[in-house]
Protein backbone atom coordinates (compact mmCIF):
# COMPACT_ATOMS: atom_id res chain seq x y z
CA UNK A 1 0.00 0.00 0.00
CA UNK A 2 1.44 3.40 -0.82
CA UNK A 3 1.69 5.96 1.60
CA UNK A 4 -0.98 8.39 0.24
CA UNK A 5 -3.54 5.61 -0.17
CA UNK A 6 -2.47 4.95 3.69
CA UNK A 7 -3.23 8.31 4.69
CA UNK A 8 -6.21 8.85 2.51
CA UNK A 9 -7.65 5.70 4.78
CA UNK A 10 -6.59 7.02 7.47
CA UNK A 11 -8.55 10.78 7.09
CA UNK A 12 -11.35 8.97 6.05
CA UNK A 13 -11.52 6.92 9.79
CA UNK A 14 -11.18 10.20 11.42
CA UNK A 15 -13.74 12.15 9.34
CA UNK A 16 -16.14 9.37 9.77
CA UNK A 17 -15.46 8.96 13.49
CA UNK A 18 -15.44 13.12 14.15
CA UNK A 19 -18.80 12.81 15.94
CA UNK A 20 -17.33 10.98 18.42
CA UNK A 21 -14.12 13.20 18.75
CA UNK A 22 -16.82 16.06 20.05
CA UNK A 23 -18.87 13.74 21.86
CA UNK A 24 -15.84 13.30 23.76
CA UNK A 25 -14.29 16.38 24.40
CA UNK A 26 -18.37 17.37 25.20
CA UNK A 27 -18.47 15.18 28.08
CA UNK A 28 -14.28 15.95 29.22
CA UNK A 29 -15.78 19.41 29.59
CA UNK A 30 -19.14 18.51 31.30
CA UNK A 31 -17.11 16.33 34.06
CA UNK A 32 -15.13 19.78 34.77
CA UNK A 33 -18.62 21.37 36.18
CA UNK A 34 -19.13 19.64 39.66
CA UNK A 35 -18.57 21.65 43.00
CA UNK A 36 -16.21 19.69 44.51
CA UNK A 37 -13.86 21.83 42.92
CA UNK A 38 -14.80 24.76 45.63
CA UNK A 39 -13.69 22.72 48.55
CA UNK A 40 -10.29 21.18 49.55
CA UNK A 41 -9.82 17.93 51.40
CA UNK A 42 -8.26 17.96 54.38
CA UNK A 43 -6.26 15.20 55.77
CA UNK A 44 -8.84 14.07 58.39
CA UNK A 45 -11.30 13.73 55.29
CA UNK A 46 -13.05 16.71 56.23
CA UNK A 47 -13.58 19.38 53.90
CA UNK A 48 -12.21 23.15 53.72
CA UNK A 49 -14.09 25.96 51.48
CA UNK A 50 -10.94 27.10 49.31
CA UNK A 51 -9.50 30.54 49.72
CA UNK A 52 -11.19 33.74 47.35
CA UNK A 53 -8.59 34.04 44.76
CA UNK A 54 -8.81 30.21 43.95
CA UNK A 55 -12.45 30.12 43.93
CA UNK A 56 -12.63 33.02 41.56
CA UNK A 57 -10.05 30.55 39.67
CA UNK A 58 -12.22 27.48 39.87
CA UNK A 59 -15.66 29.21 38.85
CA UNK A 60 -14.11 30.54 35.72
CA UNK A 61 -13.03 27.21 34.87
CA UNK A 62 -16.29 25.91 35.50
CA UNK A 63 -17.70 28.84 32.99
CA UNK A 64 -15.41 28.00 30.74
CA UNK A 65 -16.30 24.01 30.87
CA UNK A 66 -20.23 25.26 30.51
CA UNK A 67 -19.01 27.00 27.11
CA UNK A 68 -16.77 24.07 25.79
CA UNK A 69 -19.00 21.33 26.58
CA UNK A 70 -22.22 23.16 24.76
CA UNK A 71 -19.90 23.98 21.74
CA UNK A 72 -18.93 20.29 21.52
CA UNK A 73 -22.56 18.86 22.00
CA UNK A 74 -23.70 21.60 19.38
CA UNK A 75 -21.26 20.89 17.03
CA UNK A 76 -22.44 16.55 17.14
CA UNK A 77 -26.40 17.75 17.10
CA UNK A 78 -25.75 20.12 14.34
CA UNK A 79 -23.38 18.72 12.46
CA UNK A 80 -23.83 14.87 12.84
CA UNK A 81 -27.82 14.24 12.60
CA UNK A 82 -27.65 10.55 12.41
CA UNK A 83 -24.58 10.32 15.26
CA UNK A 84 -25.22 7.21 17.50
CA UNK A 85 -24.20 10.21 20.41
CA UNK A 86 -26.79 12.83 19.04
CA UNK A 87 -29.85 12.01 21.48
CA UNK A 88 -27.31 11.81 25.11
CA UNK A 89 -25.86 15.19 23.22
CA UNK A 90 -29.37 16.65 23.30
CA UNK A 91 -29.52 15.44 26.88
CA UNK A 92 -26.34 16.84 27.99
CA UNK A 93 -27.52 20.15 26.33
CA UNK A 94 -30.34 20.53 28.50
CA UNK A 95 -28.96 19.55 32.04
CA UNK A 96 -26.29 21.90 30.84
CA UNK A 97 -28.98 24.68 31.37
CA UNK A 98 -30.23 23.09 34.95
CA UNK A 99 -26.94 23.38 36.03
CA UNK A 100 -25.86 26.88 34.54
CA UNK A 101 -29.16 28.13 36.61
CA UNK A 102 -27.72 26.72 39.87
CA UNK A 103 -23.89 28.36 39.24
CA UNK A 104 -25.26 31.93 38.29
CA UNK A 105 -26.78 32.51 41.97
CA UNK A 106 -23.42 32.19 43.11
CA UNK A 107 -21.91 35.57 44.33
CA UNK A 108 -18.17 35.35 45.26
CA UNK A 109 -17.40 38.62 47.80
CA UNK A 110 -13.89 38.84 49.11
CA UNK A 111 -15.24 38.47 52.60
CA UNK A 112 -17.69 36.16 52.12
CA UNK A 113 -16.94 33.35 50.32
CA UNK A 114 -19.68 30.58 50.24
CA UNK A 115 -22.02 29.47 52.99
CA UNK A 116 -21.65 25.76 52.72
CA UNK A 117 -25.48 25.28 53.42
CA UNK A 118 -26.67 27.60 51.14
CA UNK A 119 -24.84 26.42 48.63
CA UNK A 120 -25.54 22.77 48.97
CA UNK A 121 -29.23 23.72 49.07
CA UNK A 122 -28.50 25.71 46.11
CA UNK A 123 -26.86 22.77 44.01
CA UNK A 124 -29.43 20.03 44.80
CA UNK A 125 -26.83 18.05 47.29
CA UNK A 126 -27.90 16.46 50.23
CA UNK A 127 -24.77 15.94 53.03
CA UNK A 128 -24.38 12.09 53.56
Not at 69 to 97: G, H, Q, T, W
Not at 105 to 128: A, Q, R
Amino acid sequence: MKKTDYIKQLKSLIIKEQDYVYYKCGIKYYKNIHPNYFYKRNPDTTFKTKTYNELLSVLNKIYLSFKLSDYYFNKVINEYPKSIYLEDSKEKIKLLKKLYKSYENIVLEENKIVNNEIFMKEMGLKIM
